[in-house]
């Protein structure tokens, strides 16, 4: 894969923090599971050829800056990054095999279930906020019904970032990874 120059590099990671940054800005509240779709994307997308240094120079000022302005945001910034880290890989993955890829698509689906549910109960017993009990009255108890809520989540959240995927890898020849 061919890295960008030091300055192109540095222009992506800046872009790539104030578009995570406004997207922490617009979707708030009852909305801001668009957030998981987005910042993963941005930082995916922008960072995918850059060298490892910038990835975690993204993530070191991202959290730096939610720590500042949306300090209760800043548990789900980390699994954001962390999404887009596994989207970065299936990026790079070169699967021809259709079970592999179907397994790749389960493993991701899961594993954005279980960094939103981790999200959910870190905000709560860091911050106090209490998320999980808000959760839990809105399917009435049962954890079952909550477990299919972030299931429904998780699977709305990946559906898009594959079909995005999709559309990079048309448009970006896979040589480029």
């Known amino acids: 894969m061919k890295e960008l120059s030091g300055v192109r590099s540095i222009s992506y990671s800046a872009i790539s923090i104030c578009l995570c940054m406004a ?16 910042i993963p994307l941005i930082i995916a997308t922008l960072s ?12 070191a000022g991202l959290s730096i800056i939610t720590g500042l302005f949306f300090t209760t945001q800043l548990i789900f910034v980390i ?15 070169k699967t021809s095999n259709v079970i592999s890829l179907w397994m790749v698509r389960l493993l991701y689906v899961m594993s954005t279930g279980i960094l939103l549910y981790l999200g959910i109960r870190l905000t709560e017993a860091i911050f106090y906020i209490p998320l999980h009990e808000m959760m839990l009255r809105m399917s009435n108890g049962n954890v079952g019904v909550y477990s299919l809520i972030i299931l429904a989540e998780a699977l709305f959240v990946s559906v898009i970032h594959f079909v995005f995927i999709q559309v990079i890898r048309k448009r970006i ?3 480029t990874y």
Do not use: E, K
Not at 48 to 59: E, F, K, N, S
């Open 79 to 93: 699994t954001y990054l962390l999404m887009g880290l596994l989207i970065q890989l299936i990026f790079r993955l």
């Open 48 to 59: 995918i050829r850059l060298h490892l240094r910038y990835d975690l120079l993204i993530a």
């Open 23 to 38: 997207s922490l800005l617009l979707f708030r509240g009852s909305v801001s599971l668009i957030s998981a779709v987005t």
């Open 173 to 175: 020849p896979l040589q």
